[in-house]
């Protein structure tokens, strides 16, 4: 897309056309600072709406906006294995980015069809995950937990990670969740990110994060299994081969664009995108006073 389309989006808001970037793995800053820098991009006009996939190098923890990280993460054990670190601007609770497809989308609050409810807009940015799910032979869906009592319930027994923890909507297969997102709403743009494990190392998640003693560690690590999976897990129960993260990003480029029912056109970032990234990563979100903050 040149960048004469990409004043002709600003011309027309109504394109059913979205953009597809494919970042690769990334440093943890780098990857909050390019989700930040397209929502700012796309307030301002000068973006379409948005579909990343990218990775992480190395693997990293990150942690949800409200978590206090000097209760919640053992920072020797994340020097120890070589792990980065990232708080990002969204909610939710830690998560190991590791064998993983990430993806974020970004959209204006006002896009024809998005719900102005967080839980709605979150239910309907999230349908091409279940088809991704199901594209790869899945029977991935989208379960509503009902009460805020239900989710207060189900979080007194979860730990600080972010597949043990519930939303107003989990994405499920066989009751074991799936996939884990959050949402931030800023400059009236909707920004929803999320991991697509293809596989999970729970006993390094758990290494990593801070507990009030090794008798709780264990006992949340013992229930993470019934709560949690990851799609090869999914597949070797099923007698079925392994998925690579290439047939990950086509199985869920497809769900979610049948899901928006939009297409996504592959591009990059623009050189103002990059460039805010740039200054975002170095001034933000590799401070201490960022990811350090609570």
Not at 18 to 37: H, I, L, T, Y
Not at 53 to 79: C, H, M, R, T
Not at 116 to 145: D, I, P
Not at 166 to 195: D, F, N
Request: hydrophobic letters at 40%.
């Amino acid at each position: 897309m040149d960048g004469g389309q990409r004043e002709g989006y600003a011309m027309k808001k109504d394109t059913e056309s979205w953009r597809f970037v494919r970042s690769g793995k990334c440093p943890p800053a780098v990857n909050m600072a390019v989700d930040e820098a397209i929502l700012t991009a796309h307030s301002e006009g000068k973006v379409p709406p948005t579909v990343r996939f990218y990775g992480w190098e190395p693997a990293s923890l990150s942690i949800g906006y409200f978590q206090k990280a000097s209760e919640e993460v053992n920072f020797a054990a994340l020097d120890r294995h070589g792990i980065g670190f990232v708080r990002r601007p969204t909610g939710g609770r830690a998560v190991l980015h590791d064998r993983e497809l990430t993806y974020s989308m970004i959209v204006s609050e006002d896009y024809p069809g998005m719900p102005r409810s967080v839980t709605e807009a979150y239910r309907v940015l999230s349908g091409g995950l279940v088809l991704g799910f199901r594209n790869l032979g899945l029977q991935a869906e989208m379960v509503h937990l009902g009460s805020e009592e239900d989710r207060l319930k189900y979080a007194a027994a979860s730990s600080a990670a972010c597949f043990d923890s519930p939303s107003w909507y989990e994405l499920v297969v066989e009751g074991r969740k799936v996939a884990g997102s959050a949402q931030t709403r800023q400059k009236s743009v909707i920004l929803q990110h999320g991991s697509i494990l293809l596989d999970l190392d729970a006993d390094l998640l758990f290494e990593l994060l801070l507990f009030p003693s090794e008798r709780v560690r264990e006992r949340l690590r013992r229930s993470f299994d019934g709560k949690a999976v990851a799609i090869n897990e999914l597949l070797r129960g099923v007698d079925k081969p392994a998925v690579t993260l290439t047939e990950a990003e086509e199985a869920f480029r497809r769900g979610i664009a049948d899901g928006l029912g939009v297409e996504l056109v592959e591009d990059g970032l623009t050189p103002y995108e990059q460039e805010l990234a740039r200054k975002l990563a170095e001034g933000k979100y590799s401070a201490d006073n960022w990811n350090l903050r609570r």
